[in-house]
T-cell receptor, first 116, second 111 residues
Framework: NAGVTQTPKFQVLKTGQSMTLQCAQDMNHEYMSWYRQDPGMGLRLIHYSVGAGITDQGEVPNGYNVSRSTTEDFPLRLLSAAPSQTSVYFC???????????????FGPGTRLTVL | SQQGEEDPQALSIQEGENATMNCSYKTSINNLQWYRQNSGRGLVHLILIRSNEREKHSGRLRVTLDTSKKSSSLLITASRAADTASYFCASRGSSASKIIFGSGTRLSIRP
């Protein structure tokens, strides 16, 4: 299993450009999420999904869109990049059980994004 | 603001000593998890404790959960240089499916 993969690893954008960060998992996990981590800070939840066709907002959703057309993929779109979106972006996935079991999240290696 | 706040923000101890980190959260939870992040790397899951559990062990790790105080602690015993990392708690609310992270504790182990 490849686990959680993210592409690209690094990206530099100019203000106003748009782009999509890719995330894929091969563990058949229902739950997928996107976090951003600013230097010296914790992770803040951007968007998450509990299954194909279902997405919801996290703590800091503004400026980002997501979709979940398949169980495996959960792309994150930056609509019009701003310098405040310079950060490291992590994608994660886990099983999702109502009983709360098996919620261990598996993380991708991250995408380091710089917006000039 | 984040669901979890961690204390202390930074901790430096001598190798062989025990390290204790605390996490507080705001709403009732389904479970609480602890993760480790080495500098510049992704996060690795350490341990999960459910809301109906009070204590859990895994190797040199001991996690406690006090739902009445909305707090958890992570104890690392007999610390090693390789334990140097940032440690984060993450909670899943009982009425929500999202998992929210705390602000983290940076742990440094001095040789």
């Amino acid at each position: 299993n490849a686990g959680v993969t993210q592409t690209p690893k690094f990206q530099v954008l100019k203000t106003g450009q748009s782009m999509t960060l890719q995330c894929a998992q091969d563990m058949n996990h229902e739950y997928m999420s996107w976090y951003r981590q600013d230097p010296g800070m914790g992770l803040r939840l951007i968007h998450y999904s509990v299954g194909a066709g279902i997405t919801d907002q996290g703590e800091v959703p503004n400026g980002y869109n997501v979709s979940r057309s398949t169980t495996e993929d959960f792309p994150l779109r930056l609509l019009s990049a701003a310098p405040s979106q310079t950060s490291v972006y992590f994608c994660a996935s886990s099983y999702f059980g109502l009983a709360g079991d098996s919620n261990e999240q598996f993380f991708g290696p991250g995408t380091r994004l710089t917006v000039l | 603001s984040q669901q979890g706040e961690e204390d202390p923000q930074a901790l430096s101890i001598q190798e062989g000593e025990n390290a204790t980190m605390n996490c507080s959260y705001k709403t009732s939870i389904n479970n609480l998890q602890w993760y480790r992040q080495n500098s510049g790397r992704g996060l690795v899951h350490l341990i999960l404790i459910r809301s109906n559990e009070r204590e859990k062990h895994s190797g040199r790790l001991r996690v406690t959960l006090d739902t009445s105080k909305k707090s958890s602690s992570l104890l690392i015993t007999a610390s090693r240089a390789a334990d140097t990392a940032s440690y984060f708690c993450a909670s899943r609310g009982s009425s929500a499916s999202k998992i929210i992270f705390g602000s983290g504790t940076r742990l440094s182990i001095r040789p």
